[in-house]
Each structure stands twice: as structure tokens, then as C-alpha cells.
């Protein structure tokens, strides 16, 4: 099977010019309430981006190891076994990425808002790892 990349690396680039733009508003001195329309902006491209992630983790892994060993696997499952796989650095940071987006349909206050913001500016580099990683053993 062909795995393609390209949804998770232009989700990936996504993450990462909304982070920019959330940088820069700060910096500037943005308004506050556009500040928070940004900041919501960058939750939505972190809630895409680990979506995808761990969809194409679970799918490459089940290209390689067979579809009956990952299918079923709870979250911290599969992640343990991407990580001995080499495709993840550390399997509590990305546990802390999934509680983090279990959270996002529950953004009612901006101190919530702030933190769900900070982790996924956090999740980009190891996005971007997991991404490297990726394009190195499945074949474009």
C-alpha cells in the first residue's frame, strides 16, 4: 500500500504558519480579541494535524506489521509501538498531545484556550519529526 504524505505535511505547514502568525500578534501587540480568533485558528490546525498524524502512524504501521496488530490498539498502544518502530521520540509527550485534543471540543475559557495553544506549539516539532521520519521509510 502507498502511504501518502502529503495531507499530513500540508497540515503540518499549517500548524506551523499559524503559530507564526500567533507569535507575531503577540509581538505587536495585537488586539485581544484578535488574538483569540488567531489562537483559535491554531487549536483547529493542531486538532487536524494530530488527527492526521495518528491516523498515518497507525496506517504505516499497518502496512508494515499487518493490519490485525494495530487495529484495536488503544492510543497509548500504538504510540508504544511507534515508538519502538523509530517512528515516535517519546510516547508521553505524544499521550500529553491526545489529552490535549480530547480537550479542544471543550474550549470554554481562554485560560483553557492558552493552554491547549501552548501544547500545540509544542506538537509541531515533534510533528515535524514524526514527519521526517515518515518520508524516510515509505516510499513517495
Known sequence: MTINLTPLTVATAALERAIVVVRQAEVDGTPADVREVLQ??????????YELAWKTIRRVLGDELGAM?????ARREL???AHQHLLL???????????A???????YDQALASSI?????????????LLDRLRARVPQ
Open 40 to 49: 483559535g485558528g491554531l487549536i483547529q490546525c493542531f486538532e487536524f494535524t
Open 117 to 129: 495553544a501552548v501544547t500545540a506549539m509544542a506538537f509541531f516539532g515533534d510533528a515535524d519529526e
Open 101 to 107: 485534543r480530547n480537550l479542544t471540543s471543550h474550549v
Open 69 to 73: 496488530t494495530v487495529d484495536g490498539l
Open 89 to 99: 521520540s517519546d510516547v508521553e509527550r505524544w499521550m500529553d498531545y491526545h489529552q
Open 79 to 81: 504510540f508504544r509501538l
